[in-house]
């Protein structure tokens, strides 16, 4: 990989973290090749860029750190998916000295977490996760949807409430109201 955009594009992918390395991945479409063979993807298979930033170390060590993930990049080629993807490894400072083994064993897990297809379940559902928590318009803990709270601690309808403490749901104040005489 070579052009800004396909890094960009990778990191809209899926990742995976640990402490030597990040992997940023996306499973490219297959499309129909120039030469009229179907099926064939665009640009080949597996496609892999790599990113070492300067908080990383200074230029002599960087330098050494890129030739490490290449040489294990070559090292794990036969044992990584032949899927066309693009890859972005992004390299921490514990990959200067990390056991070269660990450094191959981390990039063949890192590469299959990240090219995983997805399942067709959630390839059609909505892409952006479930949030958790209240958000907007969810009703407070013990409190129930249907029947808003009044400030009598009475429910507004004949639902009666839940075996939580009655909460009133009274307007809040203006920004800057006071309630008494300014004259001080």
């Known amino acids: 990989m070579t052009r800004r955009?396909?890094?960009?594009?990778?990191?809209?992918?899926?990742r995976f973290h640990n402490e030597r390395l990040s992997a940023q991945g996306l499973v490219r479409a297959v499309e129909a090749s120039t030469d009229g063979v179907p099926g064939d993807p665009?640009?080949?298979?597996l496609r892999i860029?790599?990113?070492i930033t300067k908080?990383?170390?200074?230029?002599?060590?960087?330098?050494?750190?890129r030739r490490?993930?290449?040489?294990?990049?070559?090292?794990?080629a036969g044992d990584l998916p032949v899927r066309p993807a693009d890859v972005v490894l992004v390299a921490r400072r514990p990959a200067l000295h990390a056991p070269f083994e660990t450094l191959i064993d981390d990039l063949r897990r890192?590469?299959?977490?990240v090219t995983k297809p997805q399942d067709q379940k959630s390839a059609t559902s909505d892409p952006r996760p479930a949030r958790r928590g209240r958000g907007k318009g969810a009703p407070a803990s013990g409190a129930s949807a249907a029947a808003p709270l009044l400030a009598s601690?009475?429910?507004?309808?004949?639902?009666?409430?839940?075996?939580?403490?009655?909460?009133a749901n009274a307007p809040s104040p203006p920004p800057k109201a006071c309630d008494g005489p300014t004259d001080g």
């Open 55 to 65: 908080r990383v170390g200074h230029a002599t060590e960087r330098n050494r750190i």
């Open 68 to 76: 490490r993930l290449r040489a294990a990049v070559a090292q794990a």
């Open 110 to 113: 890192a590469v299959a977490v």
């Open 153 to 167: 601690g009475a429910t507004g309808s004949a639902v009666p409430a839940g075996p939580g403490p009655a909460r």
């Open 49 to 51: 860029g790599f990113t």
């Open 42 to 45: 665009v640009g080949g298979g």
């Open 5 to 14: 955009s396909e890094f960009l594009a990778a990191a809209g992918g899926r």
